[in-house]
């Protein structure tokens, strides 16, 4: 098998899958997250600025799920097409959320009428909070593995067995640690009354997250096998729990001293750790089969041939720096509080 | 229904839903970039105000070809799972490239370029447009380079056998420059210009109906006219190719889009005609050996026929494809003649003095739109049975453990939501339209 720096290519893109997923939950994930603060905002003008101080960005950031769900299924198309086929009730949903979210910012403020925005609203704030949750609830259903058979045929059932009480937690640790990052976004993009409501809020949003956290947390060291096998076998990883958690901790520090950039800085570490731990807990696995491990989906099953994940790193080594580019220009350009003018949403 | 049926359904659905956006955003964006580069390079105000008007209306048509595009990167994996499986070894490089050059590219540029104005010097917001531009341009070419391949196989081997045979690169730049790649990207490529460049003549010629706007819209008329004009001109040549491709790749499909059944034997070219695909049999008014001279440019040249296919083999749908090759091809025949009486009467000084003709062309909108779905319905019917050509069939490829049921929510789902957005598309459309490029209350007078 070929190897870069010693590195076998499925374990390779496994780990760029892996960081564009990371990027995509810390980048939407503040998007995503203060959209589920929406209707908490009261005043028609606050719940616009909330929406105006993602919007030259969302797009942007979105990216990252195009890229994340083009890795998969380029890297790792027997994943990308096993999992997408068994969770098709959840991801359909998602899916349409997406479409209904994106209408929601595109027209919410294009009327003046009180019917037409609190409508907007009522969808922008159901489909930001329901992507939050489905994202964590499949995150869930990955980790406690899927009824797959011989030839990675999924088993299971097809309607509403990912609604399963692990998942839904997994659901509400994703939506409070999103809603976390969030606040912190909002309050480096606003001012005033709306930034002073937003401040109380965040506290409300780093409890729930630390409650829904800690149970999650139990719950998988406690009942999902195996989940501290990979460590067992090599303790140095031990590193990325207590990052993880030294992470964790160091968020409400940095609220309270009001330092909101580096808040946002390690909200965003906690998720890229703890995705870190998540994947570095399954490798080389990339789905469980609850029937049989001998039926899992691994890096190595459902890798691409080693000619395709070599032109695919390749691309990737041209076209990251591009890429990184553009975010640092287009988040440079929109440094600082939100300003409303005749292009604003 | 069965499942393939209903997923066939849902992706046809949702694919030419998503089609009427993005040839819009590359049209649209191809004449933003003329308008912004001569406000650039005159400094008339003029051109400025065009740019500011149709960015309004590109970020709609752009924004909602995004949320429906990202449906079609993951229905890959919910409906046609094993058609990834065995597709996505070839397809993955791709669609990384897609991400990472074309999309990453046009949408952090967006931003800059619709909330942008007033935070960055005009110039770097030129190079944003054009960026966008750009990315979309590229988008379109590795789309369009994957459904190639499904077309016409290249750079690859098969390996593996029954559900888990799949397709593994062997040679990327075969793979790219496929047999039909390089014709159906500029074919693809055209056919998205005339969509913008027919919006934007819709929309000036409606406003030079109305009596509004007229200086300005007489500019972007203009504009719109030169592009569409060569295009809808090029665009003949870039059809024929792709036509000579298909005859040498795809010949049951070729044979389908004239309705030819006999095995070997001289072809017809109809200008319309109905197919009894029962009796094999097409009535219709043609050229006879029109088809066979068009290939090898002898009226008397064999031409392969359906016939010469096992019927598990070829297209089963064979009217359907031939009403919608002819369509297409009517329709490219009739924007190259209103496109050049419209640069006739140009020439002459007289573009502007036929109320009639600012008539058609408020409705030709419709048209290259039109022309761009049945061209495609072409495309992809005409490949049938077959999802890739030669390899895998359509009716092995859907999800298997994917239920009908589920497919029936999930389109039912689709079919409210994608209402509800053309809804929303069309409302916001006719809006903007109705309000103008600028508020005329404030500015009674030309200001120009």
Known sequence: ????????????????????????????????????????????????????????????????????????????????????????????????????????????????????????????????????????????????????????????????????????????????????????????????????????????????????FSITSLYTLIFIPGVTDNFKETPEFFILPILAFLAVANVPRLVSKKKYLYALIFSSLTMAFLLMLVAFQLYPVLLPSTIHPEHSVTIYNAASSQKSLGIMLTIVLIGSPLLAGYFIFLYKTFYGKVKLDDTSY | ??????????????????????????????????????????????????????????????????????????????????????????????LAAEGLFAFGLESTFLGILIFGWNRVSPKVHFISTVGV??????????????????????GYHIVGEGLSARAEVTDFWAMIFNPSSVDRIIHTWQGAFLAGAFLVLSVHAYYIRKGRYIEISKKAFKIALVVATI???????????????????????????????????????????????????????????????????????????????????????????????????AIGLFLIALTLYASFLWWKGKLFDKKWLMWIFSFSVILPQIANQVGWFTAEIGRQPWIVYGHLRTSQGFSQEVSSNQIMFSLVLFAVVYSLLLVLFLYSLNKKIKHGPYDEAENPLEII
């Open chain 2, 133 to 154: 531009f750009l990315g979309s341009m590229f988008s379109a070419v590795w789309i369009v380079v994957a459904n190639s391949w499904q077309q016409t196989p290249a």
């Open chain 1, 1 to 212: 098998m070929e190897t870069f720096l010693g590195i076998d290519y499925p374990t390779l893109w496994y780990l760029v899958v892996g960081l564009l997923f990371s990027g995509y939950a810390i980048l939407e994930g503040f998007d995503y997250g203060a959209g589920a603060w929406h209707l908490f905002l009261r005043k028609d003008l606050s719940r616009r600025i909330a929406i105006n101080a993602i919007g030259p960005i969302w797009d942007a950031n979105q990216v990252w799920l195009i890229i994340g769900g083009g890795a998969l299924f380029a890297g790792f198309p027997v994943m990308y097409a096993t999992m997408l086929s068994a969770m098709y009730i959840p991801f359909m949903l998602f899916l349409m959320l997406l479409v209904l979210r994106s209408a929601a910012i595109k027209f919410r403020s294009a009327e003046e009428m009180l019917w037409w925005r609190k409508t907007w609203d009522i969808i922008y704030f159901a489909s930001n909070t329901l992507i939050a949750f489905l994202l964590g609830v499949v995150l869930g259903n990955v980790l406690q593995g899927f009824d797959i058979g011989p030839g990675f045929t999924y088993e299971g059932g097809i309607f509403f067995s990912f609604l399963n009480p692990y998942a839904i937690m997994v659901g509400f640790t994703t939506l409070s640690l999103f809603m976390t990052q969030g606040a912190i976004f909002l309050l480096l993009k606003t001012e005033g009354r709306l930034y002073a409501r937003i401040t109380f809020l965040l506290k409300k949003g780093m409890i729930f997250f630390i409650i829904s």
């Open chain 2, 231 to 329: 295009i809808s001109l090029t665009q003949l040549v870039s059809g024929h190719s792709s036509a000579d491709g298909v005859a040498k790749n795809q010949p049951a499909k070729l044979a389908a889009m004239e309705g030819h059944y006999e095995k070997s034997s001289p072809a017809d070219l109809y200008l319309f005609g109905w197919v009894d695909n029962e009796n094999q049999k097409v009535t219709g008014l043609s050229v006879p050996g029109g088809l066979s001279f068009l290939v090898h440019q002898d009226f008397e040249a064999p031409i392969t026929g359906l016939n010469a296919f096992p019927k598990e083999d070829r297209p089963g749908q064979v009217n359907a494809v031939f009403q919608f090759y002819h369509i297409m091809i």
């Open chain 2, 1 to 94: 229904m069965d499942t393939e049926i209903l997923a066939r359904i849902q992706f046809a659905f949702t694919i030419a839903f998503h089609y009427i956006y993005p040839p819009l955003s590359i049209g649209i964006g191809l004449i933003m970039v003329i308008m912004e580069g001569l406000y650039l390079k005159t400094g008339n105000k003029a051109y400025e105000i065009l740019t500011r008007f149709w960015l309004k209306i590109f970020a709609i048509t752009f924004g909602i070809g995004v949320a429906t595009g990202i449906i079609m990167e993951f229905e890959f994996g919910t409906n046609w799972a094993v058609y990834s499986k065995y597709v996505g070894d070839i397809f993955g490089s791709a």
